[in-house]
């Protein structure tokens, strides 16, 4: 459905692409890589990744390194389909006239209207079902498996309900209020969680098993994060504004970036001295 809508838009555009305005002329991609924090794609992949290997294990697949294989396989897809959608939906946004639009909601039921007329509201309520339904489904039994495995003394349907009924009563919130609740706490959440996939995906080509690197950038990554977010609510002041001032690209809120990597070096080279084995790959 989003390719229907993105073709149609394609060959129906409203005007021509639009020029690149405020902290998307001077830093693009920078930018375009902050928004993308919105998309919860990476802290849903982590979560899904437990459903996705357990779904493999049923199929009766044991040995790690073909369910590594599968699960990259898998993750490779994922990444070039969420890439050609997000490059339709680019251009849909790009090529629609200046209006009184919130958010990128509005700017697709617009579209939606224009281009297919009354029967857009059904194209675009078709689109939103297909593409949530999935992922909802999904990140409940995430939720839910997780849950379970460490609070075992509820079952999994009274987790799976919990979290449904969680999820229900964010969506009466409106997109625009929970991206504001959103915010802090994916400043926090994704440079840890890229932190993470960074390591875990170097770890793959050691021969031995990486302890310090996790634990020395992660924990530095999740200091900077904090203070982002502090200095983001103007509650850094004195010698700690100064400072974090200081950490390098601070001004394009990625300050975490360069102490994740100089960490993740002296881990990596502490975990070199005591080369602890990795386990058994089946």
Avoid at 56 to 67: A, E, H, P, S
Avoid at 76 to 105: E, Q, R
Wanted: include cysteine.
């Amino acid at each position: 459905m989003v390719a229907l809508l993105s073709i149609a838009v394609i060959f129906n555009p409203e005007s021509v692409l639009s020029a690149p305005k405020d902290k998307y002329i001077t830093h693009p991609f920078i930018s375009g890589s902050l928004e993308g924090y919105f998309t919860m794609d990476l802290v849903a992949a982590l979560a899904f990744s437990v459903v996705i290997v357990n779904g493999y294990k049923f199929k009766g697949l044991t040995d790690r390194m073909k369910i590594l294989k599968y699960v990259c396989f898998s993750g490779l897809i994922a990444a070039i389909l969420l890439g050609m959608i997000y490059f339709a939906l680019a251009y849909v946004g790009a090529s629609t006239a200046p209006g009184n639009f919130k958010d990128g909601t509005d700017i697709l039921t617009y579209n939606s209207l224009r281009v297919f007329g009354s029967f857009g509201n059904l194209v675009f309520g078709m689109t939103v079902i297909l593409a949530c339904l999935t992922t909802c489904i999904g990140l409940v039994n995430a939720c839910a498996t997780f849950t379970k495995k460490h609070v075992p003394k509820f079952s999994y349907k009274i987790f799976a309900l919990v979290f449904s009924i969680i999820g229900f009563l964010f969506t009466t919130l409106g997109l625009e209020m929970i991206l504001k609740i959103a915010v802090p706490l994916l400043t926090l959440i994704y440079p840890v969680s890229i932190a993470l996939v960074l390591i875990s995906f170097a770890n793959m080509f050691s021969t031995f098993r990486f302890s310090w690197a996790y634990r020395l950038a992660t924990v530095i990554t999740l200091i900077i994060s904090i203070l982002q977010i502090l200095n983001s609510f103007n509650l850094l002041h004195g010698v700690i504004l100064k400072w974090f001032m200081m950490l390098p690209l601070a001004d394009i809120d990625l300050a975490w970036l360069v102490p994740f990597m100089l960490f993740a070096i002296i881990g990596f080279i502490i975990d070199v001295f005591i080369r602890r084995p990795k386990q058994a790959t089946t």
